[in-house]
């Protein structure tokens, strides 16, 4: 059935093919660089990223080690040593690693730590995709892994037979690691974390060689080596598998996801997994360049965040709560910071991967019940990260669009208590400062730290909520909510024409300065925050004056001198080092804040301007290279801008069922949704002359408005755009073309 399905798929690719010039068949894999932005430091930040080697959503990735044990910066493409090959849960250098362990191939003299082991290697002689990494270290042993979703494969030879060694560091001394000589086994657990777990926390490992170990042993520092005698060249195959519940649960994922496979079956399974699942994007025009940022980015947006559930003995999903140290059964999913990834990678999700989405949001709520709170940073649980309530939004955006995987009445309640309260130890989760924004409209400063980004936030969650409500029939919480959601206006300063903060009195702090970082604001300042009304721009731009006031006050965030004052950070924090850096006034892409507000041109009747600066931004602040994003690249967020910029559309408020047009990059890209239909975007004259929007069909109606709506996605159809280099000042600038806002009900 299944090879007759092929046989007849393969025929029409044959005669698809012959009818136009053939088209050559490419692995989508083959355009990710999983290097892109990995050649980050402390100081400064080209994304943070390390190349993952991984399913997607997988429960471990595994990347090469070049940094020192504890180090948030696992990989970085500027170091020269390897250390192992490690399996790692990190989502951000910032937030590090849990639950790690590495294996590192040692040859010659048996060196276990970390700090003595690591072997020179040069770039040359590595090669990453996203289902796996090999490398030729200057020893001339290669090392190649592959994953699944909770192992790995990892094939090793050596160059002579003398002195082969392979060693397992099991991290931190409240792990443990035992040799099982009679299976030809290392097996232990692993306890690194850096918070965000209970007492009984473990990963539990098993780690299996194909040749029999020689001889094997164990260190203080909870490593152990196995030796081997092969042939040189010969190959040395690993098998490897963990859980977070226990190590009979780690060998049962060992034997369904690893036991007997090769590394060439696993990896392409893995690449089959990632071509599923990037081929819901298909792009075709642009440059070779353009696409490999396209499918990097895609690759990074379908990574976080990770699936911490595991199968049981039937194969139904159970986890290790990280909120209560018990095991459940359903889904659970972690290492996101939703400030971040709101934005734009949970709303691809729910568009393009709803099934994906269908679990989050039934672990937002498991979290809830195990905790008394949703995350809003977790990894694996509830950690002291960013600010908002931004878990509102997810369970919202997903409700809308029509995933309804969870009770309805149970997710206004942890909504609800979400507004309402504010974690005993984390200030983070619930909402901080909820009593003062209760009674006076607003958090107040210096009352409350990064009060006026957490006042911004809180309204426009409190919108979220309002919407829920609503569409559950629940008329006295929206409408308070609704309320509520105005709240941003009680800190618009109209003198400055910028949002400032209030102290508790109701007194404006004084010496406004938009460049100023830190203090009232999180990671920026009011150039960034003042933005930050995703479900009102109208409202927002009736305070500044009108449309014009607004659209002028986006323009010289453009043009502004890109100076800063770095307020009580008190030294240049890197997101300032990268704003400076990337040289566009005081427009911070490198940062969330500000990643929505060039379009908002489009709700001002300006739409050529959001048109003209996503593209520059796509052109001058993106590459696929060790060098590749502008900042943090941050769980997806910064590549879902990428990924939906370049489509021609972003969602600028997340819950409004809206998504506002920019220019597609290329000149054609076809969605595949759920329900078989497929949306295509068609832009045939698209390049960095002709960026402007002359005119455009949806499904051969003529199409003047400035944002699309996702049910016109769902449904299916084709989007068509006529480009042009001039811009059309005509088009979009109707009441009936600007998109959502709640004033304008
Ligand atoms: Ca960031």
Request: contains cysteine; negative net charge; charged residues 20%.
């Amino acid at each position: 059935m299944k090879r007759t399905l092929i046989a007849i798929v393969s025929l029409c690719f044959l005669l698809v093919s012959c009818g136009k010039k053939p088209v050559l068949r490419v692995s989508l894999t083959e355009h990710v660089n999983p290097l892109m932005g990995t050649a980050s430091v402390f100081e400064f930040s080209y994304g943070n990223t390390y190349p993952a080697v991984a399913v997607p959503w997988g429960m471990s990735f595994w990347s090469p080690q070049t940094g020192e044990n504890g180090s948030g910066w696992m990989y970085s493409y500027k170091d020269t040593l390897i250390r192992g090959f490690r399996q790692t849960h990190q989502p951000s250098p910032w937030i590090n690693d849990y639950g790690t362990f590495s294996i590192m191939p040692v040859y010659g003299e048996l060196k276990m730590s970390d700090k003595e082991r690591g072997v020179s290697f040069s770039h040359v002689n590595e090669m990453a995709t996203p289902e796996a990494y090999r490398v030729k270290l200057d020893n001339e042993v290669t090392a190649a892994l592959t994953a699944t979703s909770r192992g790995m494969v990892m094939e090793v030879t050596y160059p002579a037979a003398e002195g082969q060694y392979i060693v397992i560091d099991a991290y931190r001394k409240d792990g443990s690691v035992t040799v099982d000589r009679e299976n030809n086994r290392i097996c232990g657990v692993t306890r690194y974390n850096n918070g965000g777990v209970p007492e009984n926390f473990g990963n539990y490992f098993v780690v299996e060689f194909d040749k029999p170990m020689v001889e094997a042993g164990t260190d203080e520092q909870v490593c152990a080596y196995a030796q081997f005698d092969l042939k040189p060249g010969e190959t040395l195959t690993i098998r490897a598998a963990s859980s977070f519940i226990s190590p009979e649960q780690a060998q049962r994922n060992f034997d369904r996801e690893v036991k007997g496979r090769t590394y060439a079956e696993v990896v392409t399974e893995t690449r089959q997994r990632w071509n599923e699942m990037l081929g819901r994007i298909q792009v075709e025009g642009g440059t070779d360049e353009q696409r490999k940022v396209f499918y990097s980015c895609l690759y990074r947006t379908l990574l976080f965040p990770r699936e911490f559930h595991e199968p049981d003995a039937e194969g139904n999903p159970v986890y290790y709560s990280p909120y209560d140290g018990q095991v459940h059964e359903g889904y659970m999913y972690t290492d996101n910071g939703f400030w971040d990834t709101f934005r734009a990678v949970h709303p691809l999700f729910t568009l393009v991967y709803p099934e994906v989405s269908e679990r989050v949001v039934q672990s937002l709520i498991q979290a809830y019940e195990e905790s008394g709170f949703m995350p809003e940073w977790a990894s694996p649980g509830h950690r002291g990260c960013m600010i908002g309530n931004n878990s509102i939004s997810l369970l919202t955006d997903a409700w809308m669009k029509g995933i309804r995987t969870v009770d309805p009445d149970k997710a206004l309640q942890a909504m609800l208590n979400q507004t309402e309260a504010r974690h005993p130890h984390i200030a983070s989760v619930g909402r901080d400062g909820y009593a003062y924004y209760d009674q006076l409209g607003y958090v107040p400063y210096p009352e409350v730290p990064e009060a006026t980004a957490k006042t911004l936030e809180y309204a426009y969650a409190d919108w979220c909520v309002a919407r829920f409500a609503e569409s559950i029939g629940k008329r006295e919480v929206s409408e308070a909510y609704y309320q509520r959601a105005q709240n941003y206006r009680n800190l618009y300063e109209p003198e400055q024409g910028f949002v400032w903060a209030k102290d508790a009195h109701g007194k404006w702090r004084e010496h406004f300065d938009a460049t100023e970082w830190g203090g009232p604001f999180t990671e920026g300042c009011s150039w960034h925050w003042t933005w930050s009304v995703f479900h009102d721009p109208e409202g927002l731009s009736s305070l500044m004056g009108g449309h014009e006031a607004m659209a002028a006050r986006l323009d010289s965030m453009f043009v502004a001198p890109n100076t800063f004052n770095y307020g009580t950070y008190g030294f240049v924090i890197h997101e300032i080092a990268e704003m400076v850096a990337l040289n566009m006034g005081q427009y911070a892409h490198g940062n969330q804040p500000v990643q929505h507000a060039i379009y908002l041109y489009d709700y001002v009747g300006q739409p050529w301007k959001a048109q003209y600066h996503t593209r520059e931004v796509l052109n001058r602040l993106y590459n696929s290279g060790p060098e590749g994003y502008c900042g943090d690249e941050d769980n997806g967020q910064t590549s879902a801008w990428y990924v939906f910029t370049a489509l021609g559309f972003y969602p600028v408020c997340p819950g409004s069922l809206q998504y506002a047009l920019g220019s597609p990059l290329f000149s054609k890209a076809t969605l595949s949704l759920p329900g078989g239909k497929t949306f295509v975007i068609r832009a045939d004259q698209a390049s960095d002359a002709c960026r402007y929007i002359r005119q455009a069909t949806l499904n051969g109606q003529e199409f003047t408005r400035n944002y699309l709506t996702h049910e016109e996605l769902m449904q299916g159809g084709e989007f068509c755009l006529q480009m042009d280099s001039v811009p059309n000042k005509e088009r979009g600038t109707r009441p009936s073309d600007l998109p959502y806002s709640y004033s304008k009900r």
